[in-house]
């Protein structure tokens, strides 16, 4: 039986209890008297109670005592007092037990609707699946259901349609709103050879693509499963809050054992007033809000994260960026595009583009399909160009619309002559860090073209945020020098480490580590060393699966913004633990004495009813600063320009 069925049943039949205990000093008393107390109380302990008797047994027989004892010990003595008083004529504490395990299972209910409300982001994506895909069997489309679709099936989605699995788009273009998987508010352009992601809703178009992951390998499943898993990890703080109350209980039940020797060997109290004083300080003191301090603020952090695009894979990270000292990035795909990009084109533009696009047109260089990706986006027409012919270590020569034409590096400078405004214009070009290609057209150089690997629009604002908090930022890559400080200047890190072997990147790591906790950002296969080597590492989302599995932050929309923002969230779900567990343990500081009847000469006092409605409400209470968690602001600190 659920929690939530055990917390009605505990309701309702200690409602009657409830308003005998009120109304007894008016004269009333439930019909039946001490043997109605006694059926409903008894139904509470044997539905309601019984797990917490459970589980306290089970902690018992392995030597250990958990949140469950105080609440099975405090019930369980009211209730067999209550037996014994019935039996020899004497006042019955019914309630006590029946109002307690109510209050309990308040709490839990409490509990468990919070951490429905923490992973509903998780569970919407889930609903939000698509049920099935009009895939081509056949040579005609057909719909099947979604556990049929095969990788490199080929896939028919229309307007409005949800993409039904991961792929690449084969004919065809479009918008698509990839809002609910990476948090991108602004509908994406895609066509042919972009990656598309399954769940994601297409806009205006109709395209076809291959399925490339299906089942749990898609990107929504393995998000679903990683936001799971960390919201079910433990933060290495909670081993401490496990070890503190593996103490705490038992120093609990002495204190309870001391109280009612005091108040009925010392004091002279009643046997039932000393129990009572007893039961107050076991109930009062179960460390149900020590318990939750924890996994309640993980999970809301863990499925903020989500929401934002930034899966956190365990609490083990949370604590380790609250000390980081050091962000090291890797250059390629990370702090830049990752692909070479036309950045200068000297000369005519359009003449320029249209000789090199002709003559680049048949190679698969990266180089050319920068060039090419240029031409297209300008809308350059590009003749055929004849009599091809490559010349070793300088380039390619053709016809181009019966001209000579000429495309390659410095090395045709011998052959081909070139003015001097393009001669200076080329060492300024190559003094950036950038590839030139020269352009040549009837024996005489008509342009250059740069080509680089730029960085990404957002690495400045990202790496400028890290700065203002303080925190050092590398750049590690296996670029030549005279690149990485180009890349470096642009964006603002503070030191570079360039040539270095894909091998010894973990070994730098290591080297900073010596200084503080060292964060790591890659997406490369050889950045899985350095990623697991670091304190935290962060894979972008679009790095290889291998480097996604080393690292134990995601960011699932490549902004390298979300580096700030990941440490953020991580800094502030790991705060909001630690306050939590200081609000939890000042709460049992100051409501053990209060139960113990340390202030009963100023008439301040707890019954076992009300101490179990307190330890309901002060687990609410931490149960509500975790969900406050979802309020808090998580913002780069640094905007881009």
């Known amino acids: 039986m659920n929690t939530t069925k055990r917390f009605w049943i505990s309701l309702i039949f200690s409602l009657p209890l409830l308003a005998n205990m009120i109304l007894m000093p008016f004269g009333w008393m439930l019909p039946g008297g001490d043997w109605t107390q006694l059926v409903l109380t008894t139904v509470i302990m044997v539905v309601s109670a019984r797990p917490f008797l459970q589980s306290a047994w089970a902690s018992f027989t392995k030597h250990h005592a958990n949140m469950d004892t105080l609440v099975a010990i405090g019930t369980a003595t009211a209730y067999f007092y209550s037996l014994y008083a019935m039996a020899t004529g004497q006042a019955v504490f019914f309630e006590s037990a029946a109002l307690v395990t109510t209050f309990v299972l308040l709490g839990q209910v409490f509990e468990e609707r919070m951490r429905h409300n923490a992973s509903s982001a998780v569970a919407k994506l889930v609903g939000l699946q698509a049920k099935e895909a009009e895939v081509l069997r056949n040579e005609e489309f057909v719909k099947v259901p979604l556990d049929q679709v095969v990788v490199d099936d080929i896939i028919r989605v229309k307007p409005g349609q949800k993409i039904p699995v991961d792929g690449v788009i084969t004919e065809g273009r479009s918008t698509v709103d990839e809002s609910m998987v990476t948090g991108e508010s602004m509908p994406v352009q895609k066509t042919v050879a972009d990656a598309v992601i399954g769940s994601t809703i297409n806009s205006n178009g109709t395209f076809l693509f291959k399925a490339s992951k299906v089942g749990d390998q898609t990107m929504l499943a393995q998000i679903v499963e990683l936001v799971k898993k960390a919201q079910n990890s433990h933060a290495p703080i909670q081993k401490l809050t496990d070890k503190v ?351 113990a009847g340390v202030f009963f000469a100023i008439g301040l006092t707890l019954s076992p009813e009300l101490a179990g409605l307190a330890m309901a409400f002060s687990s609410l209470s931490v149960v509500t600063s975790s969900v406050l968690l979802n309020k808090a602001k998580i913002s780069t600190s640094v905007q881009p320009a």
């Open 245 to 595: 109350s593996d103490v705490f209980v038992p120093i609990v039940l002495i204190i309870a054992i001391m109280t009612f020797l005091t108040w009925y060997v010392f004091l002279g109290v009643s046997l039932a007033n000393a129990l009572i004083f007893a039961v107050a300080v076991v109930v009062i003191a179960c460390p149900c809000a020590l318990g939750l301090a924890t996994p309640t603020a993980l999970m809301v952090g863990t499925g903020r994260g989500a929401k934002m695009g930034i899966l956190i894979k365990n609490g083990e990270v949370l604590e380790a960026v609250n000390d980081v000292k050091t962000v090291v990035f890797d250059k390629t795909g990370t702090i830049t595009v990752g692909q070479p990009q036309v950045t200068d084109v000297i000369g005519d533009e359009t003449q320029v583009l249209r000789v090199a696009t002709s003559l680049e047109a048949a190679s698969e260089h990266p180089l050319a399909a920068a060039i090419l990706k240029r031409g297209q986006a300008l809308g350059v027409a590009a003749p055929t160009a004849t009599d091809f012919q490559a010349i070793e270590g300088k380039g390619v020569t053709a016809q181009v619309d019966g001209q000579a034409a000429v495309v390659g590096n410095h090395k045709l400078l011998t052959d081909e002559p070139i003015s001097a405004e393009l001669q200076r214009q080329a060492i300024r070009l190559q003094d950036a860090a950038k590839t030139v290609v020269y352009v040549g057209l009837n024996h005489q150089i008509v342009g250059l073209i740069a080509i680089q690997d730029v960085a990404k629009s957002t690495s400045k604002a990202a790496i400028a945020s890290l700065k203002a908090r303080g925190l050092k930022t590398v750049m590690l890559t296996g670029d030549n020098e005279r690149v990485a400080q180009a890349v470096a200047d642009q964006v603002g890190i503070d030191e570079v480490i360039a040539d270095v072997l894909p091998g010894d990147k973990a070994d730098h790591v290591q080297a900073f580590q010596k200084e503080g906790k060292v964060a790591f950002v890659g997406d490369g296969i050889n950045d899985a060393p350095a990623l697991t080597t670091a304190d935290v590492g962060i894979a972008m989302g679009s790095g290889t699966d291998i480097a996604i599995d080393a690292g134990g932050i995601v960011l699932v929309k490549n902004d390298l913004r979300d580096v700030d923002r990941a440490l953020v969230l991580s800094k502030k779900t790991f705060n909001r633990i630690k306050l939590n567990l200081f609000w939890a343990f000042v709460y049992n500081v100051l409501g053990i004495p209060v139960a």
